[in-house]
């Protein structure tokens, strides 16, 4: 176990201290802007297996159909499906685990940015102490940034954000990176893991920032921006305008009610209109149909009156 942290520490904890050290220098003594160069260089070294995964992702979308044949031909055979499934996968050189390669290497990255801001900007004399024997005292700047300055606008980059504004950035970017990067579902089943996901995962990790360090929640929101960027460039927008077109359907129909509402409350008081101008009319119709009635029957009697004459 000591052998595995100290492999660690040699690996990731340090390089990313010193890392976080030297983009604190040259960006005038600023953390936030350190930490979201960092995470430009972070993405920016990620960027091959990022193509690939979004490749993987696109290829594996347009193999869906085939998919669905294979499922209805051979619907009562679950073996004969997932063997025909991985023969076509190797037909076409897709790998479906090539596409969680980004994620499982972010994880790690995570983890040891949380540690690293932690030791980064020490709040303990204790603190300090364990940061000097990880710091690489080569680097010609490192006696003259230590202590680092960890406050960036609102924040305190060492501790959670008080006004909980990252924690809903981190939730939001990351349900727009689910959106961009979840493949469309194979059956019913598939169709529920991914709704699943695509709000199980923001709701926890914007959990997770409330009570993680800012600096690792700006990690976040930076990095997650960066992938929908990547993946809109890649393998197309088409799940952003898909939202956007719901919404907008969405504002049209709500629209459409109120106008036909509208329209229907006029239509009623037309046709009660209408309806008191018929029977006004029909009343007076009437009132004419009565009178002159009345002066033909006044009239007949002359003419008989006049014929016996």
């Known amino acids: 176990m000591e052998l595995f942290i100290e492999i660690w520490n040699s690996v990731i904890i340090a390089p990313m201290i010193n890392t976080l050290i030297v983009l604190y220098s040259v960006s005038f003594s600023n953390f936030g802007v350190a930490i979201i160069i960092f995470t430009i260089l972070i993405r920016g070294l990620m960027m091959p297996l990022t193509v690939k995964q979004s490749r993987q992702m696109k290829a594996m979308t347009a193999l869906q159909p085939r998919i669905k044949d294979i499922q209805s031909k051979y619907k009562d055979d679950k073996q004969r499906q997932s063997r025909e499934t991985m023969s076509l996968y190797k ?3 897709v790998n479906p685990i090539g596409c969680l390669g980004p994620m499982f290497i972010q994880f790690p990255i995570w983890i040891g940015l949380y540690q690293a801001i932690l030791q980064t900007v020490p709040t303990t004399p204790e603190r300090l ?5 990880h710091l690489y005292m080569w680097l010609p700047m490192i006696e003259e940034v230590i202590p680092l300055d960890s406050s960036f606008l609102w924040l305190n980059l060492a501790q959670p954000d008080p006004k909980w504004i990252l924690p809903v950035l981190v939730g939001v970017s990351m349900w727009f990176m689910q959106k961009m990067t979840t493949m469309p579902a194979m059956d019913d089943r598939q169709a529920s ?6 709000w199980m995962m923001p709701f926890m990790f914007g959990f997770f920032s409330l009570q993680f ?3 690792l929640a700006m990690y976040w ?7 929908i960027v990547i993946q809109g460039f890649i393998t197309g927008w088409d799940p952003l305008l898909e939202v956007l077109r719901l919404n907008k359907v969405e504002k049209d129909a709500t629209g459409t009610e109120a106008v036909t509402a509208v329209l229907d409350v ?13 029977n006004r009319n029909n009343g007076e119709d009437g009132g004419r149909s009565s009178r002159n009635s009345s002066k033909r029957t006044r009239r007949r009697p002359r003419r008989g009156r006049n014929k016996r004459r």
């Open 91 to 93: 037909e076409q050189g």
């Open 213 to 215: 360090p800012s600096g």
């Open 221 to 227: 929101v930076i990095s997650n921006l960066a992938g």
């Open 266 to 278: 006029d239509t009623h008081i037309s046709e009660e209109i209408d309806d008191e101008e018929l």
């Open 193 to 198: 893991t991914n709704r699943m996901m695509l």
């Open 129 to 133: 102490v364990g940061l000097s024997g």
